[in-house]
């Protein structure tokens, strides 16, 4: 069974070709056309899947223009308080995480290394064999008539086993807690949390226009 490419990587592909001459089948340029197409009904969705596609500072810039319309459009719809200056930061951080979505400490992996797992467990004291009390000058009691604790455990019978290593784990990311995304800044979280939610909905809008400009099975990611 052949692998079909996905829409994102022929666009991709497309979009980074030397070669956009027309042919009598299924081309760069008929992709980079249904692109284009798709841009008409989904402008936002469009500038922000070129961005994903190509990174180039001109994509990007659209791509932040974007985000700010989107972020207008919800603020208007959820009657946020906005400044220009909360607005350039929830589409700037939006942006950030939509583009760059992996956990800069543990690079999208979730953890960061392996880690020795040593439960720490009790054990019967050894000098005083569990009860609690010891006789250092041959009374078990003192003056006062009160037992002697034992030096070793304290008087509490238990002492704590050095710990042995019995199994090894993932050592999970303290950042991103085993998600592998960037963590969402504190600052405005909700707000762009709800932002790149609708990025990445319009995205796969566009990605799904090309598909079926291009009439094509492929999966759009």
Same mark, same amino acid.
């Given at each position: 069974?052949?692998?079909?490419?996905?829409?994102?990587?022929?666009?991709?592909?497309?979009?980074?070709?030397? =070669? $956009? %001459?027309?042919?009598?089948?299924?081309?760069d340029v008929? !992709?980079?056309? &249904?692109? +284009?197409?798709?841009? #008409?009904?989904?402008?936002?969705?469009?500038?922000?899947?070129?961005? =994903? $596609? %190509?990174?180039?500072?001109?994509?990007?810039?659209?791509? !932040?223009?974007? &985000?700010? +319309?989107?972020?207008? #459009?919800?603020?208007?719809?959820?009657?946020?308080?906005?400044?220009?200056?909360?607005?350039?930061?929830?589409?700037?951080?939006?942006?950030?995480?939509?583009?760059?979505?992996?956990?800069?400490?543990?690079?999208?992996?979730?953890?960061?290394?392996?880690?020795?797992?040593?439960?720490?467990?009790?054990?019967?004291?050894?000098?005083?064999?569990?009860?609690?009390?010891?006789?250092?000058?041959?009374?078990?009691?003192?003056?006062?008539g009160l037992?002697?604790?034992?030096?070793?455990?304290?008087?509490?019978?238990?002492?704590?086993?050095?710990?042995?290593?019995?199994?090894?784990a993932p050592?999970?990311?303290?950042?991103?807690?085993?998600?592998?995304?960037?963590?969402?800044?504190?600052?405005?979280?909700?707000?762009?949390?709800?932002?790149?939610?609708?990025?990445?909905?319009?995205?796969?809008?566009?990605?799904?226009?090309?598909?079926?400009?291009?009439?094509?099975?492929?999966?759009?990611?």
């Open positions: 069974m052949i692998h079909e490419k996905t829409i994102l990587e022929r666009l991709s592909g497309a979009k980074n070709s030397s =070669d $956009l %001459s027309h042919k009598p089948t299924r081309c008929d !992709y980079m056309g &249904a692109l +284009g197409a798709a841009g #008409i009904k989904h402008k936002h969705g469009s500038s922000l899947l070129d961005a =994903d $596609l %190509s990174q180039s500072r001109e994509d990007v810039t659209k791509a !932040y223009k974007a &985000a700010e +319309g989107i972020v207008r #459009i919800l603020a208007g719809k959820r009657r946020w308080i906005m400044t220009p200056q909360k607005l350039r930061i929830i589409a700037t951080q939006a942006l950030r995480l939509y583009l760059i979505p992996a956990c800069p400490h543990c690079h999208g992996r979730g953890y960061t290394g392996v880690e020795t797992v040593k439960p720490e467990t009790l054990t019967p004291c050894p000098d005083c064999r569990d009860k609690g009390s010891k006789e250092p000058t041959g009374r078990a009691v003192s003056a006062s037992p002697i604790p034992c030096p070793t455990c304290n008087g509490k019978r238990y002492v704590k086993k050095p710990p042995e290593p019995t199994h090894y050592k999970v990311c303290s950042h991103c807690h085993g998600s592998g995304k960037r963590p969402v800044p504190p600052q405005y979280n909700r707000e762009i949390r709800d932002v790149l939610a609708v990025m990445e909905s319009k995205r796969r809008a566009a990605g799904l226009a090309v598909k079926r400009q291009m009439g094509s099975r492929m999966e759009v990611e």
